[in-house]
């Protein structure tokens, strides 16, 4: 009883926690809306980002570890890769104190062929269950994490639009709408991956 009690605390502080973070992320693109030097590389904007790829992988990593059966273990690790693989994308080492440590590597592109590695591994390992992962995904997307996801990939391809100056040809005003749409799409998948581990969490104790 004492357990249960303390997981429904635990469980209502991460509610809450979440909550806080999505209205502070609110307030940042508010308050940060018009100043072009929150938006530059490697500041508050793209740090954030990092940060809600970062916890979304950790997320779907630590649903993934929580599930029994192989078909949703594999499934929640391609979301996990999914979460990396942006990451990646975002990451910019230069000029940072991991400059020395890693620029060689993202140079020749090491971290792609690792993603890559990782990404055929698990292709190979769900084709014996291909048809079921497909319906476990789609099951998935129908639900409210994946309806989150999808949320936070068509805020993601905006700020890449944006990035192409469709939105306006003012240089600093379309890397505003970049990265605050990326900001908005980011913080969508983080909170996707908090809802399927919750939702994970919901059914065990049910």
């Known amino acids: 009883m004492s357990n249960e009690l303390n997981g429904r605390a635990f469980w209502r502080m991460a509610d809450l926690s979440v909550a806080l973070l999505f209205a502070a992320t609110c307030f940042q693109l508010y308050y940060c809306t018009g100043d072009i030097r929150w938006y530059a590389e490697n500041n508050l904007f793209e740090l954030s980002q990092d940060a809600f790829l970062c916890g ?13 059966d192989r078909v949703s273990r594999l499934a929640l690790l391609a979301l996990t890769m999914f979460c990396l693989s942006i990451l990646f994308r975002e990451m910019d080492v230069r000029g940072t104190n991991l400059d020395s440590y890693l620029d060689y590597a993202f140079q020749h592109r ?6 890559g590695v990782l990404w055929l591994a698990i292709f190979f ?49 379309s890397e505003m709408i970049e990265e605050s749409m990326e900001q908005l799409g980011t913080l969508f ?6 809802v399927t581990l919750r939702r994970l969490n919901s059914r065990r104790t049910s």
């Open 56 to 68: 979304g992988a950790v997320l779907f990593f630590s649903a993934a570890l929580w599930v029994r």
């Open 110 to 115: 090491w971290h792609y062929a690792f993603l």
């Open 125 to 173: 390992l769900s084709l014996r269950h291909f048809r079921l992962s497909v319906i476990y995904i789609l099951r998935w997307v129908l639900g409210i994490a994946g309806a989150l996801m999808i949320v936070g990939i068509l805020f993601y391809v905006l700020g890449d639009v944006a990035e192409k100056h469709l939105f306006s040809g003012n240089e600093d005003l």
């Open 189 to 194: 998948i983080f909170l996707s991956g908090y």
